[in-house]
């Protein structure tokens, strides 16, 4: 069974700064869809980035990016020049074309807080 | 509708009662999924509907859990005999298909349900 794994449940960064969060999976599935999710006190959880499994570059949103790492089973997301809206809790998430349902696995997520 | 909505936002309810949490999808989406979300978790994978017919069930923790969509839009997850431990909130989702790489979820912003 996939699982995911982010292992930093709370980080902060300084407004305008950047930020890397950290998420890793386990699959034995050569094909697969990976996403940011942001979801902030409002409970609505929003997409933020995607990224195929079978694509090599980057996926990249305006000031998110991920470094997707097949072979080490990482997809971390940076954000650029931090700003207060971006506070929130992000969660990664994997999708198995394979298996019939499209369900996501969801990382536990990380809290980001933003400094003014 | 413009997004996912679900209602009610807040649900209290005693140990032992019955529950019912609704979910209005996008319009058109025939893909709709519900997730629990426990507190300090990721959104763990309940149902997943194709249509009228819930296609993969297999995140029900139990038998006290049922979910409907009778006309193939409007989902109904029904909770019997309620426990403390399911106090959580209930995250819905629809989606344009439910297959293929393109297809994204749209979550709603939840129910939080709390079992006296």
């Known amino acids: 069974a996939q699982t995911v794994t982010q292992s930093q449940p709370e980080m902060s960064v300084q407004e305008a700064e950047t930020v890397t969060l950290s998420c890793t999976y386990d699959?034995?599935?050569?094909?697969?869809?990976l996403f940011w999710y942001k979801q902030p006190p409002s409970r609505q959880m929003i997409l933020v980035i995607r990224?195929?499994?079978?694509?090599?570059q980057n996926a990249t949103e305006n000031r998110f990016s991920v470094n997707f790492q097949k072979a080490a089973k990482s997809f971390s997301l940076k954000i650029s020049d931090s700003q207060l809206g971006d506070a929130a809790m992000y969660f990664c998430?994997?999708?198995?074309?394979?298996?019939?349902?499209?369900?996501?696995?969801f990382g536990t997520g990380t809290r980001l807080k933003v400094l003014a | 509708g413009a997004g996912v909505s679900q209602t009610p936002s807040n649900k209290v309810t005693e140990k032992g009662k019955y529950v019912e949490l609704r979910c209005d999808p996008i319009?058109?989406?025939?893909?709709l999924y519900w997730y629990r979300q426990s507190l300090g978790q990721g959104p763990e994978f309940l149902i997943y509907?194709?249509?009228?017919?819930?296609?993969?069930d297999s995140g029900l923790p139990n038998d006290r859990f049922f979910a409907v969509r009778p006309e193939g839009s409007v989902s109904t997850l029904k909770i019997q005999r309620t426990e403390r431990g399911d106090s959580a909130v209930y995250l819905c989702?629809?989606?344009?298909?439910?297959?293929?790489?393109?297809?994204?979820?749209?979550f709603g912003p939840g129910t939080r349900l709390t079992v006296l």
């Open positions: 989702a629809s989606s344009r298909t439910g297959t293929g790489p393109t297809d994204t979820q749209y």
């Open positions: 699959t034995s599935e050569s094909d697969y869809y």
């Open positions: 990224q195929e499994a079978y694509k090599q």
């Open positions: 998430a994997y999708r198995s074309p394979t298996s019939g349902t499209y369900k996501y696995i």
């Open positions: 319009s058109g989406h025939t893909a």
């Open positions: 509907f194709q249509g009228t017919g819930a296609a993969d």
